[in-house]
């Protein structure tokens, strides 16, 4: 121990306390003449005050006693090589075991289809078919559940997650997500690629709707509406299941206008469609005049038309917010053949019998007919203007954002 490091430590403590003499010495009720031996380096502190100094300085007795700060930059360094190791492990392990779960899940539910419609059209029991598909989905959903459940436990509970990188977690919860997504989107497919199978019936016992008529008006729909579930479901499912939130811009004016526009333009499109659809109840046979079914066709047109005019109207008023109003405006124009499509999903058909009297009286009969398929091609028509104007809304920011950031 050397007693000039000891004295000298004291004094820089001291100096750096802006304290002098004096008061370390009424501090330790020692008189200021021993302080003033000890920075000398005349003698040094009794081993009972060493504590009392240390607190004071706010140091160490074993920095006190050796005259200088002890580091532990070694230390450290030393325990983070082996810190971020066990973390990478944990995250591979952990990921790797989820994964496994995930894949069984999938294989249940494309196993589960398989049944379906070999059941179905192999041996021309749905009903069997159907109820053995249920047992491979409910499976493929709990194994899902447990592996989803099984990772967040193991991430909430573990405290090396706390002291993994921003990217490693990032990468871990997009893992989690768009797995856990995927399983989940597969067995509701494969229900609703089913359901046609068992809701499509006939006279015949045990039949099954034909390959035909099955890809000709439900696979299409089919396809469609999973399209719109994957879009609609794939962001807050993954926000949510990996607690993180979705990063919205603050609504500005603009938006508020957008979205105002949007709701009266969608609105009157999807009022103009179910006019068309309904339409046909009112149908008269041709021995009657049919005033209700003209008016409602004609309030349909009415819809499509005010559709156009009030993106117009806001065009016009709205001067300062013209540029932000033109995508979606003619966005929603172009769903206007959507609504014109579904008209043709339901028609009616009148047919004449004679009475069978002597004076021939004409007994007319009404029939009405479903094309479910144009429903799917209205559905077509939605996706693909969505998906279309937001592709192109998308690269049109990011070519505004690349001019901005040259100029």
């Not at 005349?42 to 005050?49: I, Y």
């Not at 289809?113 to 009903?127: A, D, H, K, T």
């Not at 579930?229 to 962001?235: A, E, G």
Request: net charge positive.
């Amino acid at each position: 121990m050397s007693k000039n490091t000891i004295g000298q430590f004291i004094a820089a403590l001291r100096k750096t306390k802006g304290m002098t003499q004096q008061e370390v010495a009424n501090r330790l009720n020692v008189s200021n003449k021993a302080v003033s031996r000890w920075e000398r380096d005349e003698c040094a502190p009794d081993l009972s005050l060493i504590p009392a100094i240390a607190e004071m300085f706010g140091v160490t007795c074993d920095e006190l006693l050796k005259g200088e700060r002890i580091l532990e930059k070694t230390s450290a360094e030393k325990k983070e090589p082996r810190v971020e190791k066990q973390i990478k492990n944990l995250l591979t392990k952990t990921l790797s075991d989820f994964k496994k779960l995930i894949w069984i899940s999938l294989a249940n539910a494309v196993v589960g289809l398989v049944c379906m419609f070999g059941i179905s059209y192999g041996f021309y029991r749905p009903i069997i078919g159907f109820a053995v598909m249920l047992l491979f989905e409910v499976c493929a959903f709990v194994i899902t559940i447990l592996a989803v459940s099984q990772t967040k436990d193991i991430k909430n509970d573990n405290e090396l997650f706390e002291s993994a990188e921003e990217k490693l977690i990032i990468k871990f919860n997009n893992q989690l997500g768009n797995l856990s997504f995927a399983s989940f989107f597969v067995i509701i497919a494969v229900v609703l690629f089913s359901l046609p199978l068992i809701l499509i019936t006939s006279d015949y016992i045990e039949s099954v709707v034909t390959v035909d008529s099955y890809f000709t008006n439900f696979f299409g729909g089919i396809v469609l509406i999973l399209v719109l579930v994957y879009f609609l479901c794939k962001k807050p499912y993954i926000a949510w299941i990996t607690n993180s939130k979705i990063i919205k811009e603050p609504s500005t004016p603009i938006d508020k206008t957008r979205e105002k526009l949007t709701l009266i333009q969608v609105s009157l499109t999807v009022i103009a469609g179910v006019l068309f659809i309904i339409a046909p109840y009112f149908d008269c046979n041709p021995n009657e005049i049919s005033i209700l079914c003209p008016i409602i066709l004609l309030l349909g047109v009415a819809c499509l038309l005010a559709n156009i005019i009030s993106f117009f109207v806001f065009f016009i008023k709205k001067k300062e917010e013209r540029n932000n109003l033109i995508i979606p405006g003619l966005r929603n124009m172009f769903l206007i053949p959507a609504a014109l499509i579904v008209s043709k999903m339901h028609i009616t058909i009148w047919r004449s019998e004679y009475s069978g009297s002597d004076e021939a009286v004409d007994l007319w009969t009404k029939e009405h007919c479903w094309y479910t398929k144009y429903l799917w091609y209205a559905l077509a028509v939605v996706v693909v203007v969505l998906i279309g104007f937001s592709l192109f809304e998308t690269l049109t920011k990011k070519n505004t954002r690349k001019t901005d950031h040259c100029n």
